[in-house]
């Protein structure tokens, strides 16, 4: 009954046993009550303490929902990427329960040197139409693959849904093979935006907020549930289960197996770097 307290990791059995050492003769289900009339119930810790301010936080994401605005009324393609935690190929354990006749039997170590392969899967959500476009890399996690699946995916399905789209909207993170910093990642964006004739209009989300970016909650976390529990010993069923992530609201997603083989260490010409801001730039095609 002290308000200072917060939580309690006893079970309603053991605080049961306790109140009757103290001469209250409380049931389970009665404790179960008064932990409901006390406003004690079970809840999962919420990952909402930013572990650093950055500058300029609030005002990028004023200017971002000020783009989103934008293209959502002129109705052009308004695009979330993002790369998932890459994948081990093999016989290992993964998280999740499944209905089954007998235990799954996998192997008792993670060690990826005992793994046939890894699984890079990099996701496109297309927020006008909450349809996730999902890439399974082969190899490695860099600009160039980030580049080469936003064009498999538009030159094959998106760019069927906006016929007159001159330019699109790319919401990313701040790091990883997208980095703002990164100018290797501005140049094959510039190159991409040359092979679709199209601008490309890129806004990156301030550090330590990436939870914020709109594929985390609209598509990997239901890719991740269709996973739960499931050997990954194919690149064949891990595309079949990320396709049965529907959702009633009609969400869907199309996977591609992306085979090419990348390089890392990658530098950008010289005449490229200093030409950009680190948040907000877009990239024209001198065909336009």
Not at 111 to 129: K, Q
Not at 149 to 174: F, R, T, V
Request: hydrophobic share 35%; with cysteine.
């Amino acid at each position: 009954m002290d308000s200072d307290v917060k939580w309690t990791n006893l079970k309603c059995s053991h605080i049961s046993a306790l109140l009757k050492a103290n001469a209250i003769d409380a049931g389970v289900y009665v404790v179960k009550q008064l932990l409901k009339t006390c406003g004690f119930v079970k809840r999962k810790m919420a990952k909402t303490n930013s572990l650093k301010e950055t500058k300029n936080r609030n005002e990028q994401f004023e200017y971002i929902a000020e783009l989103k605005e934008k293209f959502i009324s002129e109705k052009l393609p308004i695009l979330s990427i993002d790369t998932k935690k890459k994948e081990m190929l093999g016989n290992f354990y993964r998280d999740g329960k499944l209905y089954t006749i007998e235990p799954i039997k996998v192997n008792d170590h993670d060690f990826n040197t005992f793994a046939e392969g890894v699984i890079v899967p990099h996701g496109i959500y297309d927020m006008n139409n909450n349809k996730c476009y999902l890439t399974l890399g082969k190899n490695k996690d860099t600009a160039e693959f980030v580049c080469d699946n936003i064009e498999h995916h538009w030159n094959h399905s998106i760019k069927q849904l906006y016929p007159k789209a001159d330019k699109m909207l790319i919401l990313c993170d701040g790091g990883g093979s997208n980095s703002s910093r990164h100018h290797v990642v501005k140049e094959q964006l510039q190159k991409l935006s040359e092979r679709l004739k199209r601008e490309i209009v890129i806004a990156h989300y301030p550090a330590y907020c990436s939870k914020w970016n709109p594929i985390e909650h609209k598509a990997f976390c239901h890719i991740t549930r269709a996973w739960q529990g499931i050997v990954f010993n194919s690149y064949e069923i891990v595309k079949e289960l990320a396709e049965k992530a529907t959702t009633k609201t009609g969400f869907s997603v199309d996977v591609h197996i992306n085979e090419k083989i990348y390089v890392t260490g990658n530098k950008a010409s010289v005449e490229f770097n200093e030409i950009l801001p680190n948040w907000n730039y877009s990239f024209k095609s001198k065909l336009l």
